[in-house]
């Protein structure tokens, strides 16, 4: 059999399988979901002039802190960030709500976040007095500065990556700390981090490291769609954050 007649004969399968619409799919970009915790709660302060009950309560709450899961799902073109969805066990603990509450301030991510990478464009939501308020904007810029530090994270072998970012409401410079992983190159990263060349496995911020927890990989994995229709823009939410905050403080 000879070589010319092979090729023709995979290019008449190829040919039918493209036209039943089979191989698409063969080339279906994979999609990771990602989990990230709470590796390292920062206290800002020192425990020691509690008291014994104040102690416990820092410690209860650190702990739970530790046990906040966030996810996200994950390819090329966009990715959709938030905590993980759990159902919550019946608690006899009349604190619950307080710990939860105290717990999130560490990481202080949005409710959700999705990005669209190929227009260097993300969507967070932000739930205020109990009312979420959409707002799209463009990546935020980290000035990353990529360094030469290596280090093991999950088994993949992590860079270091350093940069800073103003906060548009208060205003201030806030440096990051990111460690990403080149074998995966998503631009990816927890709630607004990313732009790095290479999943962000790692960040370390002001009030906590995040880690990655578990990487998973499949196809079929879908990415949420926020519906961009009634959204705010940048400066649209500046504003209303400045209202609420005089309302609050008159």
């Not at 990263?189 to 496995?201: K, Q, R």
Request: hydrophobic content about 40%; aromatic content about 10%; some cysteine.
């Amino acid at each position: 059999m000879s070589v010319s007649y092979i090729r023709y004969s995979i290019l008449k399968v190829v040919l039918c399988l493209f036209s039943l619409g089979i191989v698409p799919n063969l080339y279906a970009q994979t999609t990771y979901k990602v989990t990230y915790h709470i590796s390292e709660p920062k206290l800002l302060g020192s425990k020691k002039d509690l008291d014994k009950k104040g102690k416990q309560l820092v410690e209860q709450i650190v702990d739970y802190a530790k046990n906040i899961n966030y996810i996200l799902i994950t390819n090329q073109n966009e990715s959709y960030f938030e905590q993980e969805n759990i159902l919550k066990k019946e608690s006899n603990n009349p604190l619950e709500p307080v710990l939860e509450k105290m717990a999130k301030r560490f990481a202080s991510f949005h409710k959700a976040v999705y990005a669209n990478h190929n227009e260097d464009s993300i969507i967070f939501i932000k739930n205020l007095l109990d009312q979420d308020f959409k707002v799209k904007r463009n990546y935020y810029n980290f000035n990353w500065v990529l360094k030469d530090d290596n280090k093991k994270i999950m088994g993949f072998n992590a860079k270091k990556a350093l940069g800073s970012y103003i906060n548009s409401v208060t205003n201030k410079e806030l440096k990051v700390e990111a460690w990403f992983i080149p074998s995966i190159p998503l631009q990816s990263g927890p709630d607004i981090f990313m732009g790095l060349p290479g999943l962000i496995a790692e960040i370390n911020l002001n009030k906590a490291v995040i880690t990655i927890k578990k990487i998973e990989k499949n196809t079929n994995l879908e990415i949420n769609k926020v519906d961009d229709s009634k959204v705010m823009t940048q400066k649209e939410y500046e504003v209303l954050i400045k209202d609420l905050t005089k309302k609050f403080i008159d």
